[in-house]
Nanobody, 123 residues
Framework: VQLQASGGGLVQAGVPLRLSCAAS????????MGWFRQAPGKEREFVAA???????TYYADSVKGRFTISRDAKNTVNLQMNSLKPEDTAVYYC??????????????????WGQGTLVTVSS
């Protein structure tokens, strides 16, 4: 599985932004997916996760109510980010877990990673 994240950019606080993660590989539909982020000078942290079926989602407290993770039949996982704040500035990574596993907020439980896309939120 190869993951390609896109959609990052420079936005003002409050302006929405949508990230996408395109996955290659025919088994992608069975993989739970997640988004993580790494702010300058900080460790990478969990943002959101979605089950392989799309029926279960899980969010970090810091983004709950503002971000929405979704997946479609075209091997794409999206992260809709609303009400962005300067503290959301980070490189955002998408990740995949092998084979019908549960959603997870633990970085080490993901097997595949995209290259990251930079989101900068100005005040």
């Amino acid at each position: 599985v190869q993951l390609q994240a896109s959609g990052g950019g420079l936005v003002q606080a409050g302006v929405p932004l949508r990230l996408s993660c395109a996955a290659s590989g025919r088994t992608f539909s069975s993989y739970p997916m997640g988004w993580f982020r790494q702010a300058p000078g900080k460790e990478r942290e969990f943002v959101a996760a979605i089950s392989w079926s799309g029926g279960t989602t899980y969010y970090a407290d810091s983004v709950k109510g503002r971000f929405t993770i979704s997946r479609d039949a075209k091997n794409t996982v999206n992260l809709q980010m609303n009400s962005l704040k300067p503290e959301d500035t980070a490189v955002y990574y998408c990740a995949a877990r092998r084979g019908y596993g549960a959603t997870s907020s633990i970085e080490g439980e993901y097997d595949y990673w995209g290259q990251g896309t930079l989101v900068t939120v100005s005040s």
